[in-house]
T-cell receptor, first 110, second 114 residues
Framework: QKEVEQNSGPLSVPEGAIASLNCTYS??????FFWYRQYSGKSPELIMF????GDKEDGRFTAQLNKASQYVSLLIRDSQPSDSATYLC??????????FGKGTSLLVTP | DAGVTQSPTHLIKTRGQHVTLRCSPI?????VSWYQQVLGQGPQFIFQ???????GRGNFPDRFSARQFPNYSSELNVNALLLGDSALYLC?????????????FGPGTRLLVL
């Protein structure tokens, strides 16, 4: 079973701080990496995807990928209470299925 | 444009019954994937369909089946329901379902088996 591991949290950060969410994966053939946000009782919503080593920035979000270390992270700058949600890391190899971690619960406190 | 739509939103069944869940992908998308999300876990892949053909299947029993129609909508069928089938069933839409493509999720169908 190819694993995607995330710390379940909860990760608590004060409003305005940087939240750092981490994910490791076991399949070295993985090629595509996705971060989804899921509010309680709702479906996952895409935040970012990254395919190449390095950083990718989109607004307050930065995804970081290190294939050698099999590690992908998501940084959220200037965290807001509305960012409080579960963040799901998903990994895909050359196939079609997304392999998800269990998610990290983020709580941004005012 | 409309996103992915799923019906029904909620469903209550009893053990042994059968259930059919429906999904319509984003306009122009030809691939539909189904996932099961149990409380506290990430979504687990069940099926992917592309151009009406099953492209892949996850580690689920034969009680689970699906199909895709010419208009690219899809149905997920589950027979002989078990209590453990209680979950949020998610449909995801993508253009062709390739591994590098983003999958966009619908609102889900919440199934409770009593």
């Amino acid at each position: 079973q190819k694993e995607v591991e995330q710390n379940s949290g909860p990760l608590s950060v004060p409003e305005g701080a940087i939240a750092s969410l981490n994910c490791t994966y076991s399949d070295r053939g993985s090629q595509s990496f996705f971060w989804y946000r899921q509010y309680s009782g709702k479906s996952p919503e895409l935040i970012m995807f990254i395919y190449s080593n390095g950083d990718k920035e989109d607004g307050r979000f930065t995804a970081q990928l290190n294939k050698a270390s099999q590690y992908v992270s998501l940084l959220i700058r200037d965290s807001q209470p509305s960012d409080s949600a579960t963040y799901l890391c998903a990994v895909s190899n050359s196939g079609y299925a997304l392999n998800f971690g269990k998610g990290t619960s983020l709580l941004v406190t005012p | 444009d409309a996103g992915v739509t799923q019906s029904p939103t909620h469903l209550i069944k009893t053990r042994g019954q059968h259930v059919t869940l429906r999904c319509s992908p984003i306009s122009g998308h030809k691939s539909v994937s189904w996932y099961q999300q149990v409380l506290g876990q990430g979504p687990q892949f069940i099926f992917q369909y592309y151009e009406k053909e099953e492209r892949g299947r996850g580690n689920f029993p034969d009680r689970f089946s699906a199909r895709q129609f010419p208009n690219y909508s899809s149905e997920l069928n589950v027979n002989a329901l078990l209590l453990g089938d209680s979950a949020l069933y998610l449909c995801a839409s993508s253009f062709s379902g390739g591994g590098s493509e983003t999958q966009y999720f619908g609102p889900g169908t919440r199934l409770l088996v009593l």
